[in-house]
């Protein structure tokens, strides 16, 4: 079987993780497949990609625009696929041709296009005629993709539900495949550490969707209260999104009680989760949001808003709070710190949840689920 990966705007974060440790897992189980893989130009001589039994495919960097990739999406895929006698695509960038049907699995790793909170908040950070255009047109190419796909893969049943009700698909058409715990292991409980600041972690990348706000005038009630917290973040300061945010933490007063690190290597990341007493996850729409999971690993109690995809990550072991909820999150924080008893069954819940994901498993049923595309279509591996 010859299988094609596309990843071709996939760069950095949760989606790449995705893609590295689903195909060590694919190359591990599956040996007797012919893996193709379709990456970011930037990514192509990367060492992973270049291993045996992964072919790495790429767009000329100068070529590399967005145009250029829709284009490439309508020609250059397909003419990629009878190239190398793809017997399935499985993309994973919420993407594929729209005029051409291809033996396809398709991952939707943007929950985004699916929550009318998560365009609420687009709409109101990126304001402008142009910019409403731009995401409408990714919005419909989605649709579009999703309808044009032998199956459909997502990472939990919320958004799977979001998808089924929107498309009026069955509600077993779209596939739940959760994934496993990012980039950490498994570590041990932690006890509750009284001789020093509260050092809570909000260990993400910018988003529209993550709700820094609500975090941050939590942290300013519970200083204004007199508790010794310090906040931890990772916020690129080279990006255009950090000088807002710290402008708001300093409209709320709560620049002292801030530690961030910026982009923080992983090498290092364990060390930072492991330095955390506590983890909050305010974010308003994630399509699986592993910086809970991570957090899960590292044995650290959670606190997150309680939107359908976070609740089902965290299962019912973790507190939830309302997401702009500003009073309950840090009353909430308070109960977890101040309760010896709390903080351990918080932190035993975690590490009980963490466990029950795994990249084993999410490669077996990902490989399940091509195997049996590649049955129907019995060898007809496109049709414009």
Not at 34 to 41: A, G, I, L, Q, T
């Amino acid at each position: 079987m010859v299988v094609l990966v596309n990843a071709i705007s996939i760069k950095e974060g949760g989606a790449l993780v995705v893609v590295k440790r689903l195909l060590q897992n694919f190359l591990l189980h599956r040996p007797d497949i012919d893996w193709h893989v379709m990456v970011d130009p930037d990514l192509v001589n990367e060492s992973f990609f270049n291993q045996e039994g992964i072919k790495a495919w790429s767009l000329d960097r100068k070529g590399c625009n967005s145009l250029m990739i829709c284009m490439w999406y309508e020609a250059g895929l397909p003419r990629l696929v009878r190239k190398i006698g793809a017997d399935v695509v499985f993309s994973l960038t919420n993407y594929l041709p729209v005029f051409s049907r291809l033996p396809s699995l398709l991952l939707v790793q943007h929950a985004g296009h699916f929550s009318a909170c998560f365009e609420a908040c687009q709409k109101q950070e990126f304001p402008g005629l142009a910019n409403r255009l731009a995401w409408q047109l990714k919005k419909q190419w989605v649709r579009r993709s999703i309808d044009n796909a032998t199956m459909v893969t997502v990472q939990t049943e919320a958004l799977a539900n979001a998808i089924t009700q929107e498309r009026s698909f069955l509600p077993d058409t779209v596939k739940v495949v959760p994934h496993g715990l990012g980039l950490l292991e498994i570590g041990r409980v932690k006890t509750l550490s009284k001789d020093r600041p509260w050092r809570v972690g909000y260990i993400t990348k910018y988003g529209v969707q993550k709700n820094f706000l609500v975090l941050f005038k939590a942290i300013a009630q519970l200083q204004n209260a007199g508790h010794d917290v310090c906040l931890v973040l990772t916020l690129y300061p080279q990006t255009q999104h950090c000088p807002k945010l710290m402008a708001q933490v300093k409209a709320v007063g709560i620049e002292p009680c801030i530690e961030n690190h910026g982009e923080v290597e992983q090498e290092q990341i364990v060390d930072l989760y492991d330095s955390l007493d506590l983890f909050v996850f305010p974010s308003l729409c994630e399509s699986f949001g592993f910086p809970m999971l991570e957090a899960m690993s590292r044995g650290l109690p959670l606190l997150v808003s309680d939107t359908p995809g976070n609740l089902e990550i965290v299962g019912d072991t973790t507190l939830s709070f309302g997401a702009n909820d500003v009073d309950g999150l840090a009353k909430k924080i308070v109960r977890v710190m101040s309760d010896s008893k709390v903080y351990a069954e918080a932190s035993k819940g975690s590490l009980k949840r963490a466990q029950t994901f795994s990249w084993q498993k999410a490669a077996h049923a990902t490989l399940a689920l091509l195997d049996e595309i590649v049955a129907e279509n019995c060898g007809e591996k496109y049709d414009h």
